[in-house]
């Protein structure tokens, strides 16, 4: 299968943007789109839902799913995009919050760089506007000498803007949206005036469960959003296929050479963080020590992705149990301490007594430094 059908993506860029890397099937969407668009979408809501879960349009174009869990989760997102109230996608690290953030961004209204990286040093000004100083020494506040940022530009033009790590921002800063999303104005004091939205703005944000305690959002401002919880893969079936799906996106985009053997070795490597993850082997038999980590998903995208580039480069050609050893060790402990103890007791108890498993038993152990 194409890592990325539909992809008109320009060679030396690493990682195209969404609306970059999946122009053709948003194009084919837009040319099947007959259902209504609310004001000034690329696409009805329908069709941004097949775009995110993907399905087979009427002239046949196949459009590749790019989230892969409960279709519920999907349309009750896109809705919200619809109304006016902002979509905070919230999860533990790894359940790919900024990757639906981003195509929901693409689909909707082609422009998904619109984004503010929440960090505990996040300024006022990345999420309201800036000063050229420049300019403001020269000629004193005007339109001119002010720098707007992504949320003040998507308002001018009727686009969706993206925060990242809400939770990470400051809770001051983080209050600079209340006026935002309620009123849907900017106020400039500078300058007593103000920047109004345009129909079809709306703003998307991502924040980890985990990260509650950090900078927990006020209840004015988590009043402003519908919140949405993107859980992680029910099943090993589906958290194989969306880890089958990335790492196929990822080896196109880094050329690696092609790799025999990494079906079996993938689904080896979700085994082995379902169950940690959950405390519990496959059959339920056997109660498990769980790592400090998550986890994610992300991690084992990583891994295996890690593991296929050895393989290729290093290697034979094909994925074993060695190329993804070191690289579950380095995902599991966190804190060489507690996690250490945690994965040992894992391969004695879990992986030692499957008889078909003994080379991944071996790579591990060697893998280990002690």
Same mark, same amino acid.
């Given at each position: 299968?194409?890592?990325?059908?539909?992809?008109? #993506?320009?060679?030396?860029?690493?990682?195209?943007?969404?609306?970059?890397?999946? +122009?053709?099937?948003?194009? +084919?969407?837009? $040319?099947?789109? @007959?259902?209504?668009?609310?004001?000034?979408?690329?696409?009805?809501?329908?069709?941004?839902?097949?775009?995110?879960?993907?399905?087979?349009?009427?002239?046949?174009?196949?459009?590749?799913?790019?989230?892969?869990?409960?279709?519920?989760?999907?349309?009750?997102?896109?809705?919200?995009?619809?109304?006016?109230?902002?979509?905070?996608?919230?999860?533990?690290?790894?359940?790919?919050?900024?990757?639906?953030?981003?195509?929901?961004?693409?689909?909707?209204? %082609?422009?998904?760089?619109?984004?503010?990286?929440?960090? +505990?040093?996040?300024?006022?000004?990345?999420?309201?506007?800036?000063?050229?100083?420049?300019?403001?020494?020269?000629?004193?506040?005007?339109?001119?000498?002010?720098?707007?940022?992504?949320?003040?530009?998507?308002?001018?033009?009727?686009?969706?803007?993206?925060?990242?790590?809400?939770?990470?921002?400051? $809770?001051?800063?983080?209050?600079?949206?209340?006026?935002?999303?309620?009123?849907?104005?900017?106020?400039?004091?500078?300058? /007593?005036?103000?920047?109004?939205?345009?129909?079809?703005? /709306?703003?998307?944000?991502?924040?980890?469960?985990?990260?509650?305690?950090? /900078?927990?959002?006020?209840?004015?401002?988590?009043?402003?959003? /519908?919140?949405? =919880?993107?859980?992680?893969?029910?099943?090993?079936?589906?958290?194989?296929?969306?880890?089958?799906?990335?790492?196929?996106?990822? %080896?196109?985009?880094?050329?690696?050479?092609?790799?025999?053997?990494?079906?079996? @070795?993938?689904?080896?490597?979700?085994?082995?963080?379902? @169950?940690?993850?959950?405390?519990?082997?496959?059959?339920?038999?056997?109660?498990?020590?769980?790592?400090? %980590?998550?986890?994610?998903?992300?991690?084992?995208?990583?891994? =295996?992705?890690?593991?296929?580039?050895? !393989?290729?480069?290093?290697?034979?050609?094909?994925?074993?149990? +060695?190329?993804?050893?070191?690289?579950?060790? %380095?995902?599991?402990?966190?804190?060489?301490?507690?996690?250490?103890?945690?994965?040992?007791?894992?391969?004695?108890?879990? #992986?030692?007594?499957? !008889?078909?498993?003994?080379?991944?038993?071996?790579?591990?152990?060697?893998?280990?430094?002690?």
């Amino acid at each position: 299968m194409s890592a990325e059908s539909g992809a008109q #993506v320009d060679q030396g860029v690493l990682r195209a943007h969404a609306e970059d890397a999946f +122009a053709g099937e948003l194009a +084919a969407l837009a $040319a099947a789109d @007959e259902r209504p668009r609310p004001p000034r979408w690329r696409l009805s809501p329908w069709a941004v839902a097949t775009y995110l879960l993907g399905g087979t349009l009427p002239d046949g174009t196949v459009i590749s799913p790019k989230y892969i869990g409960p279709r519920r989760i999907v349309e009750v997102a896109v809705t919200t995009l619809a109304t006016d109230r902002a979509l905070l996608l919230l999860g533990v690290p790894g359940t790919a919050k900024t990757w639906v953030s981003e195509h929901l961004a693409a689909a909707v209204c %082609g422009d998904s760089t619109l984004l503010v990286q929440g960090t +505990a040093g996040t300024p006022e000004e990345a999420i309201r506007y800036g000063w050229n100083y420049a300019r403001l020494l020269a000629h004193g506040p005007s339109r001119a000498a002010m720098v707007a940022g992504p949320v003040m530009r998507a308002m001018s033009r009727g686009l969706v803007a993206r925060v990242e790590e809400l939770t990470r921002i400051p $809770a001051d800063v983080q209050d600079s949206l209340i006026t935002i999303l309620s009123e849907k104005t900017l106020p400039v004091p500078e300058l /007593n005036d103000e920047v109004q939205a345009v129909r079809g703005f /709306n703003l998307i944000a991502t924040a980890n469960d985990r990260d509650r305690g950090v /900078n927990e959002l006020s209840s004015a401002l988590r009043r402003r959003f /519908n919140t949405v =919880v993107l859980p992680l893969p029910a099943t090993a079936d589906a958290e194989v296929e969306i880890v089958s799906r990335r790492v196929a996106q990822l %080896g196109s985009g880094l050329e690696l050479p092609p790799v025999a053997g990494a079906e079996a @070795e993938l689904r080896r490597v979700v085994t082995v963080f379902r @169950e940690l993850r959950a405390g519990l082997t496959e059959d339920g038999r056997t109660r498990l020590k769980t790592p400090s %980590g998550p986890l994610s998903t992300a991690e084992v995208i990583s891994v =295996v992705t890690g593991g296929l580039a050895l !393989a290729a480069h290093f290697g034979d050609g094909v994925l074993r149990s +060695a190329d993804v050893a070191a690289g579950i060790l %380095g995902a599991v402990v966190k804190d060489p301490a507690a996690d250490t103890l945690v994965w040992r007791e894992y391969l004695e108890t879990a #992986v030692r007594p499957r !008889a078909d498993w003994q080379d991944f038993y071996r790579a591990c152990r060697d893998a280990d430094p002690v």
